[in-house]
Each structure stands twice: as C-alpha cells, then as structure tokens.
C-alpha cells in the first residue's frame, strides 16, 4: 500500500502515469547511454581530479592539492583570462550582429537574401579544425595569402606575423572564430524570426512605432527565448574552446593565446614530463563547473522571462 502512495505521488494518476512511462521508455536508451558513455567518465574525472596520476604507476590521493596547485599556475591564470576575453568577445558579437543580419534578410531580398543566407551558411558546415587549417595558411607570415594581398595593394607596412606575435594573436584566433559561426547563428535567428506574428507589426505602426521601436519592443521580446539559447551556445562554445587554438597556435606563442581546454590538453596528453593526469583533470573540472554556471545561468533568465 505503501509503494503504491509512493507510486501514485510520483507519477500521477492512472493516466498520468502512462504517459509519463511512455516518456520515459523514449528517453530511457539516451539515459542509459549518457550514463555509462558520459556520466561514469564525468564521476571518474572529478575522482581523479583529488589524485596524483602519471598513468604509469599507482595513482596517489592528494586531495585539494591539484586544486590549490591551479591558484599558483601563472599558465592557468593567462588561460583562465583568454577564456573568458574570448568567451566575452564571441558572445556579444555572435548575439547581436547575426540577430541584425537575420533582421535584414526577413524583410525579404528575395532570390539575392537566399544566396546570401546560403554563403554566410558555407563555413558553418566546415569542421573547425579544417576551418583554422586553412586560416593558419592564410596567416602564414611568408607564404600565407593575407601578407601577400597587402604586399600586393601597396600596403606592405601592415603585414604581421599573424599567429606569431602574442600582442595580436587573439585578433586574429577571434577572426577565425566570428568567420566559423556568424552563418550559424545568422539562421538561427532567422528560423527564430519565421514565428512572429506580422499582426504584432501591424499593431505597432498603427500606434506609431519606427522600425527601430518595432525591432526593440515587437522583434526582440518574440524571439527571447531564441536569444537565451544563442546565448548560452555561445558561452558553452567558449568555455570549451580548444580546436581552434589548438590547430592555430597550440597556445602559443609564450602561452598568449592558451586556453583552459589547451592547458588541459597539454598537461596532460603533451608535459614534455610524464604525464599529469590528475592535474588536467582538476582543470576539466573548472571547465565542466564554468559549463554548468552558463546552463544555470540560461535557466535562471528563462524564468525570469516568464515572469
């Protein structure tokens, strides 16, 4: 009688209750997968993460240690800054320009805004790393295209070593960046943009709205939640952000452009040293917490919205 009150309190009534198992039987092959595939590897990660490891001999439990060892690493300070410069860089440019951008294309450029929509789409659907090999050739600074394009407009003064130069290199990390994602996020916000009702334009002009008043209190509240999701796919993509760094400069030069995931890759998969599993995974662990603060923080403007 017991398990049945339980059983009726969590799942409902009889209908209630079949509905909610039939959800459940449909996300239960996904759970079961991000279980053993995703959940069992984060547990054992932040295990090792209180343990000194080398993968060769036996692992050493040394608490706190690998955490506090992070407050007095000068890289994981400069990493833990390009993080959030890029994070902060990528997130504003990527949530305001292509919301613009998508803004234009809705008002429709007929067979031209559909071309245009396509190419801005192309280097979405390019992996990012064959995105940073090409720019990584394009920036070389003796044989790269955008040097000799310079040379070759009379403008040879300006020439860089691109990637070389630890006062300029994230310049040009967020150009490959902005250059991989604006197409992106441009349809997102276009797609966003097909749900709101042209009634609620009409009803502005009649009240005497311009159009930068009917994009303020018409267009933007529409697509909120669209915002909210771009939002935070931008403040996740940041604070993972490895692939790129890693094919354009490896972090460097002298650990300007190293990122968290970089410097975790690099203490723990390429220390000139034995590796230092332990250690790297204390810094998977910053990453992971940084991911979860950027998921609450969706949550929280969601219901804030809903107010």
Partial sequence: TSLKRIGTYVLGKPRDRQERLTGLSMTLPALIFFIIFIGVSIVRTLLLSFEQWDAIGPSEWVGLGNYIGLLDDAVFHRALVVTFLLTAVSTVFLSTVPML????????WGAFGTAARTMLFMPSIISMVITAAIWRMIFDPNLGVLNSLLSNVGLGS??????????????????????????????IFYAGLQGVDLNLYEAAAIDGANSWQKFLNVTVPMIRPVILMVL???????????DVIYVLTGGGPVNASQTLGTAMYRVTFASPGLPQFGYGSALSAVIMFLCVLAVLFQIWMNRRSNI
């Fill in 101 to 108: 951008i998508a803004v234009l294309f809705n008002m429709g």
């Fill in 158 to 187: 300006l020439q860089q070593n691109w990637l070389g130069d630890e006062h300029i290199v994230l310049y040009s990390i967020i150009v490959v960046m902005l250059w991989g994602a604006t197409g992106l996020y441009v349809i």
């Fill in 232 to 242: 935070t796919l931008n403040l996740l993509n940041g604070i993972k952000l490895f």
